[in-house]
């Protein structure tokens, strides 16, 4: 029955298509391109049917059906403001404005030149290709684009950073080795799994990259950024692909819903004849007809907004007036967006902004579940690109003479975001009985804050310091008042 509906409502949508084409082919082609992008994946396993055959139904992603899954999901990030809002939401809480990362080897004078070269160069200059963008800036799109297409690139070379997006990584078209295995632009080593390379160039249609554009980068000189779920995995799916259909689904009740209140907004007036020698009101002639008709035949009317039926003989209309949206709209759609977030681990709460009605309790539950999983996205995903940035930044610093060769040049501390209190007051209060308890120390409720503890420690001592010079200074000018006072009373 499922299968009838489906290919009837496929049958209404192609029809549809028909009658725009001609009409307006622009529409039409967009259309076609979303169909094509919705049927690509029907197979994918997201959307498959469920089936008693054997296998765990969990198929590799192919190269067609992962850049279709991109093409969705930007262009629901485009057009969509439930989902620009989540990536965006788990972009600011994972990223942030900022990831600080500082030198860490033995020598403390390296450490300081270290760190000089790496706030001019990359904090507070463009350090990518294009010159345009600053750390900062540059991990706060390379993490949205990785959690929007499922994957994203970053090239290192003389010049900058390069940021490659998935649709740039792919296949060449009729590419075969056979020492090599190539899955959606990754290279392999048939004998033993090793990664190898990557090919970047430019798209082509179904994920393939155009023959003459493609050019193949050492594993050593790309970083790539993805999120795995099985070993054999070689690129990864949008964050969200599993809620796309869900989406569909609330997008499409609440513009019934919007519809419905536009209908029910709108006045009618239903107006029946019990005999046919009954005189029927004048028509409105507004002072372009007298009799009240218009060339067509058809009466003319004024009502704004709304209609004037008139019905034939004894027969009588009656409406139903109904609220929208009714009762059961806000806890629905709740509920729909709670799942919608489930693959993000996002709280109903930061999904809506609304916070009204949450209690202290709660609102620290779900911040501590999202920051969780913050936290393994940072150690996981942010961290390792952060490192591989500083090593490639140093060794050109090395290059060039700047710094000295040392064994452990590379070595360096990333601090990610961290989350203030829910309720500073509790949990500062909570904070000072466990350090009164032995059960905690001050430089890890400065990591869980996200402060540095050598910045905040040193800043404590030239504080503590100057207060005992004001209070030093202080003494000898009381002493020095109080032995001119004896001389003036001697």
């Known amino acids: 029955m499922r299968e009838v509906r489906d290919k009837n409502s496929d049958r209404l949508g192609r029809g549809i298509d028909a009658l725009i084409r001609p009409i307006a082919p622009r529409w039409a082609l967009q259309r076609a391109k979303y ?14 049917k469920r089936s008693s055959g054997g296998g765990t139904g969990d198929n590799q992603l192919t190269e067609r059906d992962r850049q279709q899954l991109a093409e969705i999901q930007r262009e629901m990030m485009q057009n969509n403001p439930l989902v620009k809002g989540l990536l965006k939401t788990e972009r600011d809480g994972v990223i942030g404005s900022t990831v600080k990362v500082r ?3 033995a020598d403390d004078g390296w450490n300081k030149t270290a760190d000089a070269i790496w706030k001019e160069e990359m904090e507070e200059g463009p350090c990518d ?40 990584v792919g296949t060449p078209h009729a590419k075969k080795s056979e020492h090599i295995q190539i899955a959606g632009g990754v ?11 990557y090919y970047i160039g430019t798209p082509s249609e179904y994920g393939f990259i155009k023959a003459e554009t493609y050019r193949r980068y050492k594993a050593d000189d790309v970083h790539m950024m993805f999120d795995p779920e099985r070993y054999s995995q070689a690129r ?154 500083w090593r490639w930044k140093m060794a050109q610093a090395i290059a060039r003479g700047e710094l000295s060769a040392r064994e452990d040049a590379f070595k360096c501390t990333v601090r990610c975001k961290r989350w203030p209190y829910v309720d500073p007051f509790k949990e500062a209060k909570a904070d000072e009985v466990e350090l009164a308890n032995g059960t905690t120390n001050r430089m890890i ?41 004896k001389e003036v009373e001697s």
């Open 187 to 197: 290279a392999f080593d048939k004998s033993n799994n090793r990664l190898l390379g």
């Open 129 to 168: 290709v294009t010159r345009r963008y600053n750390i900062n800036q540059y991990r706060r799109m390379n993490y949205l684009a990785y959690r929007r297409d499922g994957d994203s690139f970053t090239l290192f070379t003389e010049d900058g950073l390069q940021g490659i997006e998935g649709e740039q």
């Open 236 to 389: 990864g799916e949008p964050a969200l692909a599993a809620s796309t259909v869900f989406i569909d689904h609330l997008s499409g009740y609440i513009e019934a819903e919007l519809v419905a209140a536009r209908v029910n907004a709108c006045f009618s007036m239903f107006v029946s004849r019990k005999d046919e020698f009954a005189d029927e009101p004048a028509g409105y002639t507004g002072g372009v007809s007298s009799s009240g008709y218009d060339e067509d035949g058809e009466r003319l009317e004024k009502m704004e907004p709304g209609r004037i039926m008139y019905g034939d003989l004894n027969e009588t209309a009656t409406g139903i007036g109904q609220q929208r949206p009714g009762d059961l709209f806000d806890p629905f759609t709740l509920r729909m967006l709670g799942f919608i977030g489930r693959p993000l681990n996002i709280p109903l709460m930061l999904i809506t902004l609304d916070f009204s009605g949450a209690t202290f309790m709660n609102a620290r539950i779900a911040y501590q579940k999202v920051q969780e999983s913050w936290i393994a996205e940072q150690d996981n995903r942010v961290k390792p690109l952060e490192r591989r940035t």
């Open 445 to 485: 409720i400065c990591e869980r804050k996200g402060d540095d503890y050598e910045e905040v420690d040193e800043q404590l001592q030239k504080e503590n310091k100057n207060r005992a010079t004001e209070g030093t200074e202080e003494e000898e000018k009381k002493i020095k008042e109080k032995g001119a006072k």
């Open 103 to 105: 030198a860490a080897t």
């Open 35 to 48: 169909r094509f992008a919705y049927d690509a994946i029907d197979g994918h396993r997201t959307r498959k």
